[in-house]
């Protein structure tokens, strides 16, 4: 076996390959990370000229040496020890060489397979050998990760009809589905000179939970590098105004000339259409005040190898009963499907799964779509010098 360093086009052939890939390894994210004084290099194992593991590697200058990361890596076997072993000390070697103190890794590999509720599945998937073997290598488990260890997940089966899929979702997400739908909800991509409608509602979605957004120069960057490559997609959902309003003008008038026509349930037809007429009249009162369009859901989904993640997003509650933020996970679901990715990837939720935990509604509303939690192994951090505990 050779340690070697590898150019970006042999990489990401083998990250295109490698069953660990994922978007955080793409070089579209090391340039990413140059905002933030990242430098990127890539590395790996070659064995008779054949890519048998390798990494991006991400460092930066800290006061006292440099500190380096594999985001979302390394890719390897980590069971098959000898490889392991090989890759990490020689992994050693190399930044320890540039002065490094420290690699962080953070493998996109699963630790126990679980169902819907966070149960461990009996029988299934456990890869607690790999955490073992990193320990052995002297691999610390960090107790304040940066990447997210715990995301819901849907698996998607390209034969599946929508209405075998919503039928496999839950009662309240189908009907919220149908209702998004009924309301003539616009879903879009939006171009580079539309990211600032993104931007608006991430900031009004962080201001109202808790959390700071990156700047729009993040973002933009972020566009310039994956939507092009078709690694990504910004999209929107808008309420049309007056689109609405004619449909819902429509459903009345159909109302009001079955209500002519028949004596049975007339007080059922008169209270829907009581309250076609309210919505009606709010949907006037709401053009009167922000004019014919209203963003209700922006979010970014990342569109790369085996799966589609939903990296960011908000919406506005405002408009929660208008359920865009139910269509855009629908629309991309669909998305998924019909261009042959294998899972649907919602992304970050709490390791507490109990509804005492104040980012429980994240969770039930990913798990409203059906699908089963992911639990990742973890960050694991490898001191390499005395100056990483000074750091600390």
């Avoid at 970006?8 to 890939?21: A, G, I, W």
């Avoid at 979302?72 to 070697?93: A, H, P, S």
């Avoid at 260890?149 to 979702?169: Q, V």
């Avoid at 007339?266 to 014919?292: P, S």
Wanted: overall charge positive.
């Amino acid at each position: 076996m050779e340690f070697v360093e590898l150019n970006e086009k042999d990489f990401r052939k083998f990250l295109d390959k490698s069953p660990l890939k994922n978007f955080m390894q793409l070089p579209e994210f090391a340039h990413m990370k140059e905002i933030n004084n990242w430098q990127s290099t890539y590395v790996g194992v070659k064995e008779k000229d054949r890519i048998e593991a390798a990494t991006l590697l991400c460092s930066r200058k800290r006061r006292f040496g440099y500190e380096f990361y594999a985001p979302r890596g390394i890719l390897v076997d980590y069971k098959n020890k000898e490889l392991l072993t090989f890759f990490v000390e020689n992994l050693k070697k190399y930044i320890r060489k540039r002065k490094g103190y420290v690699l962080r890794i953070d493998p996109y590999y699963i630790r126990v397979e679980r169902n819907i509720d966070g149960n461990v599945v009996e029988g299934g998937v456990n890869n607690e050998e790999a955490i073992i073997n990193l320990k052995k290598l002297g691999f610390k488990k960090s107790a304040h990760p940066e990447q997210i260890s715990w995301s819901f997940s849907l698996d998607l089966d390209k034969n599946k009809s929508d209405d075998e899929i919503l039928k496999e979702m839950k009662g309240n997400t189908r009907r919220d589905i149908t209702r998004a739908i009924k309301n003539d909800l616009i879903f879009r991509e939006i171009g580079y000179d539309e990211i600032n409608l993104f931007k608006e509602v991430l900031d009004s979605t962080g201001d109202r939970k808790g959390f700071s957004t990156r700047n729009l120069d993040y973002f933009k960057k972020l566009y310039n590098e994956l939507v092009p490559k078709d690694l990504a997609k910004f999209v929107v959902v808008e309420l049309d105004i007056d689109k609405t309003l004619g449909t819902k003008e429509k459903e009345k008038k159909e109302l009001s000339e079955k209500l002519k026509t028949t004596k049975k349930n007339t007080a059922t037809l008169e209270d829907q259409i009581g309250k076609i007429n309210k919505e009606i009249d709010e949907l006037k009162e709401l053009k009167k005040e922000k004019g014919k369009k209203i963003v209700l859901a922006a979010d970014i989904f990342i569109t790369y190898g085996d799966e589609v993640v939903y990296l960011y997003g908000g919406n506005d509650d405002k408009y929660m009963k208008y359920c865009g933020a139910y269509l855009t996970q629908w629309e991309m679901i669909k998305y998924g499907r019909d261009n042959g990715f294998k899972k649907h990837n919602f992304y970050g939720i709490s390791g507490n799964l109990t509804e005492d935990d104040k980012e429980y509604g994240v969770y039930k509303f990913k798990k409203g779509f059906g699908g089963y939690v992911e639990e990742l192994i973890g960050e694991y951090i490898l001191p390499l010098s005395l100056i990483y505990y000074l750091h600390r």
